[in-house]
């Protein structure tokens, strides 16, 4: 079984950043690829980034494109998701997830996930 838990969600003005972090235990992280995961009230559950297992491969979607940055540290079993430029558009609980050996960009791929944290840009 694995565990996630997301940590560093909060309150920011457009324009802010924040900087969120998951922490993974209970297997071998670097067998995960991981993803970040957003939804906000009344719309579904969308892809945000992901990183490959080794960290050298990095995947966004076009929304987010050029403003977040998601990274991996397999010596701390932690995956990042750097987030800046923010905007109004970005408030949403956001979700680590975890997939085993692969990445990608449907949730419905992913085998783990955590219980979220909540970001909330004001305009």
């Known amino acids: 079984q694995v565990q996630l838990v997301e940590s560093g969600g909060g309150l920011v003005q457009a324009g802010g950043s924040l900087r969120l972090s998951c922490a993974v235990s209970g297997r071998t992280f670097s067998r995960y690829g991981m993803g970040w995961f957003r939804q906000a009230p009344g719309k579904e559950r969308e892809f945000v980034a992901a990183?490959?297992?080794?960290?050298?491969?990095?995947y966004y979607a076009d929304s987010v494109k050029g403003r977040f940055t998601i990274s991996r540290d397999n010596a701390k079993n932690t995956v990042i998701l750097q987030m800046s430029s923010l905007k109004p558009e970005d408030t949403a609980v956001y979700y680590c997830?975890?997939?085993?050996?692969?990445?990608?960009?449907?949730?419905?791929?992913?085998?783990?996930w955590g219980q979220g944290t909540q970001v909330t840009v004001s305009s």
């Open positions: 997830a975890a997939r085993s050996w692969v990445t990608g960009s449907s949730s419905d791929e992913y085998d783990y």
């Open positions: 990183v490959n297992r080794s960290g050298g491969s990095t």
